[in-house]
């Protein structure tokens, strides 16, 4: 089974799915629950990344900034790609292509709309391919409309051969501030 999670100014929305999966990497992030829809999503295609740009209305209405800002100046919209793949010790900036990508690789698109003094997320999406399938726990933001936010997701990979099961937990995070300058981290949980 595929994982899709997608995370929008609502909530978190999407599945995770099970399934055997390596080892990579995640921390526990705060807030937001999961729903839980019938059926297992189509995967998302990954995004590309961006340099910012003008930011428009229904971009600032979709990331939950309030109506009293929605026509406000100066807002930009920016797009980044978080990424891990198979053998990396830690999670990187940028799409996941490439052999050990193929293999293994998971990533966190997010699209966040800033003004010098706030940041919004508008998009937030965690997904992987290769061979293995992260069992996605958690994929989402926090302090969304404050200085800096973060947002990303926890996974856990699992290797097993018969009754012999080896299962590790991982998170990544980008963290956005209201400048629209970004940060990663990531690691075993």
């Known amino acids: ?21 390596l080892s990579l990497g995640v921390t526990p ?13 189509a ?23 309030p109506e009293k800002d929605v026509h406000a100046a100066g807002y930009k919209k920016k ?4 990424r891990w793949c198979w053998g990396e010790k830690k999670p990187k900036l940028g799409k996941a ?3 050990r990508c193929a293999f293994l690789g998971v990533w ?13 997320q508008h998009r937030v999406a965690c997904d992987d391919k290769g ?13 969304n409309g404050k200085s800096w936010m973060s947002a990303g997701g926890n996974f856990k990979t699992r290797l097993g051969i018969g009754p012999v099961n080896a299962s590790v ?8 501030t209201n400048k629209g300058r970004v940060t990663t981290s990531g690691g075993k949980a």
Request: glycine content about 10%.
């Open 169 to 176: 937990a991982y998170w990544m995070r980008m963290y956005a």
């Open 79 to 82: 797009t980044v790609k978080l």
């Open 29 to 41: 992030a705060g807030a937001a629950t999961a729903n839980a829809p019938a059926g297992d999503p």
């Open 108 to 120: 966190v698109d997010y699209t966040f709309v800033y003004n010098g003094k706030r940041v919004y």
């Open 1 to 21: 089974m595929r994982t899709t999670r997608v995370a929008t100014k609502t909530g978190l929305v999407g599945l995770a799915s099970a399934a055997a999966a």
């Open 43 to 65: 995967p998302v295609l990954q995004v590309q990344q961006q340099a910012p740009v003008k930011a428009g209305v229904a971009d600032l209405r979709a990331a939950g900034v």
């Open 97 to 99: 292509s490439g052999t």
């Open 131 to 143: 061979i293995y399938n992260p069992l996605w726990s958690w994929c989402g933001y926090t302090r």
